[in-house]
């Protein structure tokens, strides 16, 4: 069962930058999510799926998949292109585009 180690990226309801420095490992699922048919309930057999494993940099978390002889995936993660820019810029004098109000 191979596991991928990864930065988990904020949430859209997130703002700020917190438990965005944390690395994740968790392992990908052996077969796919059956439905059951009397209740529609979605269910699974793979207890490994369940188990997340928290690690404060990469290089703890690869050590640990082989001490552990599991095998994994390390995907890097995208940092955000964001420009910072405060209200108050849309009132400067020296703006480059007209205001439109």
Do not use: C
């Not at 988990?8 to 392992?27: F, H, I, N």
């Not at 059951?36 to 990469?58: A, H, R």
């Amino acid at each position: 069962m191979t596991a991928r180690i990864y930065r988990p990226a904020r949430t859209a309801m997130q703002s700020g930058t917190a438990k965005t420095d944390r690395w994740l490992l968790e392992y990908e699922p052996e077969r796919p999510r059956e439905i059951e048919p009397l209740m529609g309930w979605t269910s699974s057999g793979d207890m490994k799926s369940q188990l997340k494993l928290w690690f404060d940099s990469e290089a703890e978390a690869v050590a640990y998949a082989t001490r552990n002889g599991i095998a994994y995936r390390v995907e890097q993660p995208h940092e955000a292109k964001r420009r910072s820019m405060a209200y108050a810029d849309n009132f400067k004098f020296s703006r480059v585009g007209q205001w439109t109000h």
